[in-house]
């Protein structure tokens, strides 16, 4: 049981609570912010499991774009549910966000401040991002054009959506604004 | 390999799992994009997992796509998730069955 | 195998004019001058090929290479019976279109079409050598006899086509399984849809029988045969007239066709083991229907149920298997052919001047229009089998043929000759005779030369085949002698 | 010969078509002329060739019909001594009712569809009598059964004659198919059914065979000839117009049946049990129908019922082996038996349209005594009293079925003779109570439309020839020279001679039996007897209603057969093919109508359930991989 592995069923279990507790909540915004801090763990899983450049791309796009992009959904409609909590309620309202924040930065600290020597634990620490992206132009040139298509599309479907749920707007229920 | 193979997909599965039933049971149709989400991470974990274990990047290269995939999928679904509430005011998922039997 | 493409041209020259009032649909002038025309060419085709068909010097086929893989050749020939069913397909299109020119105000481009396209579809049956191709012409039939009934129909065609679509469709799906298991239980390597191999190779019995029941099933709804005849009054009573001629006139023959040229031959063990169910489907059906068409109050499903009768005579004579009996059902497949279509054509006339089919609006035609009227006591007096007439001569073959082997089916079937004079003198009482019906409007037109000149060839054709039917049997001698050794259990 | 022969069956045919064709357009006189000359020119025919061909039997064949795989049919014709004479009758007889008919018929505006089928009957009358071939000969068989159809259901205005008509075709056609059935038995055994095949190689026929084709020919015969079980149909053929009755249901379609038997005597002769069953069909059906004649009021009736009973006599000449007699009988029978119809027509015509005997009287007596005196002349010959053509014909019957021997035939002498005594009651009593004395009951009008001379006066040959027709075959005690027999001696089967009993004797008896009958007849209608008592019989009695009723046998065939056919039909209709067989398949659409229906409900609208089942999906391909797998 290497300082690795302790870390791996560490983030394991951040992971896990950070889930189950996303997909719980009752208010959309909390499960969010949850699962930011799940996909947070993920990236420094994929991390361990010697997969920089996913890693990365698991915080940037994950934890970046989709999150906020639900975030930005969610405060755009304004969603009332939630916002009545009293303050009684408080305290089991922020204590797992502190105590899984607190533990993902450590076991984020640990993995950076590794001594030294823990690099052969590493081996994979070769696949490095260069690599990788040289493998997946070199290997996965179609899937890449394919999945540039992909989002070309959602785009255009979100735009062509966007659009039209525009006239659609007028008869909105709840007189949110035409805001695209 | 710093853990065995079967303990990262075992979490692979949980987080399957736990995001299926978030996608079956909420009736909330962003808790369900949610749920989608987390399936498509855990796939993501089990490929990276999978990639360390044959020490092939082809997995890793595969995680990219999964991405790439769901970051397209979910920018549509949000997009007609504003769509269906502007329309119908409710973001209950029973509210849309007019395509009922 | 001479230059000229006979046969095909005789199979698509209708499908021709079919596209030619398709597209002449703009004026109803037109489209019904190239119905017309195509009819009357196929017509002279057809009778020009007779004589051909008829000497057997000259062999009329062809044959050409369609998909090898399968080994499917796009194979065609005439012989006595084939040529006499393509003439008497053209005669009746030619009846048919006349028939129309009056009663068909909607759409008359498109019923033109589907009315040719039925006749290439029949004459494609009946010259088929292959039996791919002979399926494909099957199953295509089916298509524009549906739109001639649904479209066209009367107040329930509808139902009445989607019955008769489903029935044919189940019996096909059944026969095309049959037709691909008949290629598999060929050996590995000769495997082929030609008709002739087929007949020369007959596969294991045990097999045959699955086959030949198969067979069986699709041409007994088509012919219609007792079971499975359900469909055929519903189809006759909202068809248009010319549908009803084409119907009883011509889709009915291939059932028929198909049973003696098809079915017997290509499974003759099978068919051996089935004269007995043949025989007693054959005197259910003759009795069946004859009761049921006694109880009728329509006209048309009353002879709808007539046909349904007639045509179980045929299904006895095929049944007894011997010279006699099997030119005698092959002659009743025309002879019914021209007096059913002849009643249909002119309850078609009476209906449409009193407004309703039913018999009871009917009555008292004699005075009201007594040419009409003679018409209509002589294509009775035809359908009842009054010797001098085309029907008491296929008949009095048939049950003759069939006494020498089986005594007891024709002597019941003889006495089915009584059952049929009593519906055809309730057909004949309650239109010709008594007072004219209260609900009968005044204008009540007798016969119109375009009448006239539908019902007098029909009345010359049934007399001819009623004094002089020998031209026929003769041209009908070279089949019956060369299908009556293919099954040697049958014909001693 | 063949240009004689075809020209006497195309004349008729001919004239029948152009009428068919031409008829509406030519004037009356024109379609009368056409009619009476094509008729009058085939009797000269049929004349020239009986004198042409005396003696002798000559095939001649006319067109070949129809053949296939070793069947063959071909219009022959068999000329010999009987058909000849059968053919000059049926031209004789149809030519002078073609005559009167002109006159009766001369209220009429359809004349031309009457004298079209009129002379259609004749020519399928004479296709019967010359046919060689069974198919040739079914062809005039079923032939003059549709023109009887036709002519019956003339005035198909009032549907009650119509009625009648179909009722006539349906039963001859019951008959007919035992005809079909004798046809494809011959050609099963002997390979033909040309007739003089037939006779040819009769002995070839096993006397079973031979058994079940006599019955076979003799249940066609009866069809025809309206004998038991099948003779409902005559009484109400009357309901067409009475030429008609003269010439079908007297003089020509009637003996068809008979003529078929006498054509293929060989047949019969080779089994007794056929001929005893033609004697039995013939004597009973002599009794039932005379009995029923007594009851009868309507003067068409009393005729019908008389014919069918002097048909029975035909019927035991056959079965006594005594053609000659037969055909002697037939012919007197047309003779006089027509002149009575025409005569009763013209009664019928003067009293504006009288039917009922009873309401008649003398009127017509003194009014058109021409007329009385034929009718008087038809009744002697049909009451065979001794002078009469009527008396020698059966007597002659009579002799032979007492001289055949054997139990048997002697029952059947007791039961014509009862019949021949009941024949002389009601013929003198139609007589008395339509000629003489003043009518039971009071007619509608008394005064006397009248006629034109000619209709009655072309009676007077057939007066003649009732009268004087015995010379045809007087027998040996009258010093005859049975000219009749010596014609028909080269006919196959007429050359029995008979013995045993003395003829002499049995003529006394047959005079004996007439004189009763005539002696009863004056006693009950003549008259000297009191008014009251002339009266017709009092309807309610038990007795009188059978007799009226031909002993209920109309009612009984109505209710054992004719109710039952038409409720088996409906119920056929009802319940098996729209109840069962239809519904069957009908049910199966509504069955997949259900089971879509149940599958429509799968479809939730829920997403949820879609996710679901899209996993549960996933979950079993991940299982049966894994299975497989493993």
């Avoid at chain 3, 596209?19 to 196929?42: D, F, M, Q, Y």
């Avoid at chain 4, 056609?173 to 059935?181: A, H, K, Q, S």
């Avoid at chain 4, 067409?240 to 003996?255: E, Q």
């Avoid at chain 4, 013209?346 to 009014?367: N, P």
């Amino acid at each position: 049981m290497t300082l690795y592995g302790a870390i791996f069923y560490l983030l394991a279990a951040i992971i896990l609570a950070a889930t189950a507790l996303a997909l719980t909540r009752r208010a959309l915004m909390h499960a969010v912010v949850y699962l930011v801090n799940a996909f947070f763990a993920t990236a420094m899983l994929f991390y361990l499991l010697g997969a920089p450049l996913p890693a990365a791309f698991e915080v940037i796009i994950y934890a970046g774009a989709i999150m906020v992009l639900f975030l930005f959904i969610i405060m755009l409609m304004g969603v009332k549910d939630g916002r009545d909590m009293d303050a009684k309620k408080a305290l089991a309202v922020w204590l797992p966000p502190v105590f899984l924040g607190a533990a993902t930065l450590a076991a984020g600290w640990v993995l950076i401040t590794a001594p030294a020597g823990a690099k052969e634990a590493l081996p994979m620490a070769r696949a490095t991002p260069a690599e990788l992206g040289r493998f997946v132009f070199d290997r996965y040139w179609l899937g890449v054009e394919a999945v540039s298509f992909l989002l070309f599309a959602g785009l255009a479907g979100a735009l062509f959506l966007g659009k039209s749920g525009d006239e659609a707007g007028k008869t909105a229920k709840d007189g949110q604004g035409g805001a695209a | 390999m710093i853990v065995p193979l079967e303990h990262i997909l075992l979490l692979a599965f949980i987080l399957f799992l736990m995001g299926a039933v978030c996608a079956l049971a909420r009736r909330n149709l962003v808790m369900i994009l949610l749920g989608l989400e987390v399936m498509l991470n855990a796939a993501g974990i089990a490929f990276v997992g999978a990639s360390l274990r044959w020490m092939e990047m082809d997995g890793q290269a595969f995680v990219l796509f999964i991405m790439g995939v769901a970051a397209a999928e979910i920018a549509v679904g949000l997009a007609l998730l504003v769509y269906c509430w502007r329309r119908s005011g409710s973001l209950d998922v029973n509210v849309f069955s007019r395509l009922k039997g | 195998m001479n230059a000229f493409p006979l046969l095909s041209t005789l199979i698509f020259l209708p499908l021709l004019g079919a596209l030619a009032t398709v597209l002449l649909s703009r004026s109803p002038a037109l489209c019904r001058a190239a119905a017309l025309g195509t009819a009357l060419a196929e017509l002279l085709l057809a009778a020009c090929a007779i004589p051909l068909a008829a000497d057997p010097g000259t062999i009329l086929a062809e044959n050409a290479a369609w998909i090898p893989s399968f080994g499917i050749r796009y194979a065609l020939a005439m012989d006595g019976l084939s040529g006499l069913l393509v003439l008497m397909t053209a005669f009746l299109g030619v009846l048919a279109v006349l028939t129309s020119f009056k009663e068909i105000t909607k759409r008359p481009g498109a019923y033109y079409a589907f009315l040719l396209a039925v006749e290439t579809s029949a004459c494609g049956v009946f010259l088929a050598k292959d039996l791919f191709l002979f399926y494909l012409f099957w199953e295509v039939q089916l298509v524009p006899m549906f739109f001639l009934i649904g479209v066209w129909g009367h107040e329930d065609r509808r139902k009445a086509a989607l019955k008769f679509f489903l029935f044919s469709i189940a019996g096909g799906m059944l026969m095309l399984l049959a037709v691909i298991g008949a290629w598999l239980a060929q050996p590995e390597g000769a495997r082929t849809f030609s008709l002739a191999a087929l007949m020369a190779a007959p596969a294991a019995p045990h097999v045959q029988n699955w086959l030949f029941a198969a067979f069986f099933l699709a041409f007994a709804v088509k012919m219609p045969i007792v079971p499975v005849h359900t469909w055929l009054p519903d189809a006759h009573t909202q068809a248009p007239t010319a549908g009803s001629v084409i119907l009883a006139g011509v889709l009915l023959k291939t059932g028929a066709y198909g049973l003696i040229r098809l079915a017997f031959p290509l499974f003759p063990d099978a068919a051996a083991l089935s004269v007995p169910l043949l025989f007693v489907l054959g005197l259910a059906g003759l009795y069946h229907a004859s009761l049921c068409a006694l109880a009728q109050t329509d006209a048309k499903r009353l002879v709808a149920y007539s046909s349904v009768a007639h045509m179980a005579l045929i299904v006895i004579g095929v049944a007894a298997w011997n010279a006699v009996s099997l030119s005698g059902a092959m002659l009743q497949m025309i002879n019914h052919a021209l007096t059913t279509g002849g009643l249909f054509i002119m309850i078609g006339m009476l209906s449409r001047r009193s407004g309703s089919r039913e018999l009871a609006s009917f009555g008292g035609v004699w005075k009201r229009s007594p040419v009409l009227g003679a018409f209509f006591l002589f294509f009775c007096m035809a359908s009842a089998g009054l010797p001098g007439l085309n029907n008491f001569v296929s008949e009095l073959l048939t049950l003759v043929g069939t006494w020498t082997g089986h005594p007891g089916v024709a002597a019941a079937a003889f006495a089915g000759a009584v059952l049929t004079l009593t519906y055809v003198l309730k057909l004949a009482q309650g239109t010709l005779f008594g007072t004219p019906a209260a609900t009968q409007p005044e204008q009540w037109p007798d016969a119109e030369p375009l009448e006239l000149c539908v019902l007098s060839p029909l009345a010359a054709s049934i007399l001819y085949l009623g004094f002089a039917p020998q031209a026929v049997l003769d041209m009908l001698r070279g089949p019956v002698s060369d299908f009556l050794p293919r099954i040697p259990q049958l014909f001693q | 010969m063949q240009a004689n022969l075809s020209l006497l069956l195309a004349l008729p045919l001919f004239g029948a078509l152009v009428l068919a064709l031409l008829g509406r357009r030519l004037s009356r006189p024109m379609v009368e002329r056409l009619a009476c000359a094509a008729i009058i020119a085939a009797f000269i025919a049929a004349l020239t060739a009986l004198a042409g061909a005396w003696g002798e039997t000559r095939l001649v064949p006319l067109f070949p019909w129809f053949s296939a795989g070793g069947f063959s049919a071909s219009m022959d014709v068999l000329y010999d001594p009987l058909s000849g004479i059968m053919a000059v009758m049926v031209t004789f007889v149809s030519a002078i009712i073609h005559i009167h008919s002109v006159g009766y018929m001369r209220g009429d505006e359809s004349y031309a569809r009457y004298f079209c089928y009129l002379n259609l009957f004749v020519f399928f009358m004479l296709v019967i009598t010359l046919a060689d071939n069974l198919a040739f000969l079914f062809l005039g068989w079923e032939g003059v059964g549709f023109c009887s159809y036709a002519l019956i259901g003339f005035w198909f205005a009032d549907a009650e004659r119509t009625l009648a008509g179909r009722k006539a075709f349906v039963m001859t056609r019951i008959g007919d198919v035992g005809f079909l059935i004798a046809m494809a038995l011959f050609f099963a055994t002997l390979g033909t059914l040309s007739l003089s095949g037939i006779i040819a190689s009769v002995s070839a026929l096993s006397v079973g065979t031979a058994t079940a084709l006599g019955l076979l020919l003799l249940w066609a015969a009866v069809g025809k000839s309206a004998q038991l079980p099948l003779l409902v149909w005559l009484p109400d053929a009357m309901a067409g117009p009475t030429p008609v009755s003269a010439l079908i249901h007297a003089a020509t379609m009637v003996t068809a049946g008979v003529y078929l038997l006498m054509r293929l005597f060989p047949v019969l002769a080779l089994s007794q049990a056929a001929l005893a069953a033609v004697g039995a069909v013939g004597a009973v059906t002599a009794l039932f129908a005379s009995f029923s004649a007594l009851g009868q009021r309507d003067i068409k009736r009393i005729l019908a019922w008389s014919t069918i009973s002097q048909v029975g006599y035909m019927f035991l000449g056959i079965a006594a082996g005594d053609l000659c007699g037969g055909m002697f009988h037939l012919l007197a029978h047309a003779f006089f038996k027509s002149l009575l119809f025409m005569g009763a027509g013209c009664v019928i015509q003067a009293l504006h349209e009288e039917h009922d005997i009873f309401r008649m009287g003398s009127r017509v007596r003194t009014a058109m005594p021409p007329v009385f005196l034929l009718f008087f002349l038809g009744a002697l010959a049909l009451a065979a009293v001794p002078p009469a053509s009527g008396y020698f014909s059966k007597g002659r019957i009579l002799y032979a079925t007492l001289s055949h021997g054997g139990g048997l035939f002697t029952l059947y002498w007791a039961m014509g003779s009862l019949a021949a005594i009941l024949t002389a009651l009601y013929t003198f009593r139609l007589v008395f109570v339509a000629f003489f004395g003043d009518p039971a009951f009071p007619p509608k009008t008394w005064d006397i439309e009248p006629l034109p001379r000619f209709m009655i006066h072309v009676l007077w040959p057939l007066g003649a020839l009732a009268l004087l027709a015995g010379g045809l075959n007087l027998p040996g005690n009258f010093s005859g020279a049975e000219w009749l027999s010596h014609a028909l001696r080269t006919v196959p089967g007429a050359d029995a001679e008979f013995h045993g009993v003395s003829e002499l004797a049995v003529s006394l008896a047959d005079a004996g039996f007439c004189a009763v009958g005539l002696f009863l007849a004056w006693m009950l209608y003549g008259p000297r007897t009191a008014p009251g008592r002339r009266g017709p019989a009092d309807p309610e009695r038990f007795a009188h209603r059978m007799l009226r009723s031909g002993f209920g046998l109309d009612a009984l065939y109505r209710k054992t057969v004719l109710t039952p056919f038409l409720a088996l039909s409906g119920f056929m209709r009802r319940v098996v093919d729209e109840g069962a067989v239809d519904a069957a398949f009908m049910s199966q659409g509504v069955l997949w109508a259900r089971t879509s229906m149940a599958a429509r409900r799968l479809a939730t609208g829920r997403t949820s359930t879609y996710l679901l089942t899209f996993l549960l999906g996933l979950a079993a391909i991940c299982a049966v991989l894994l299975a497989k797998g493993a």
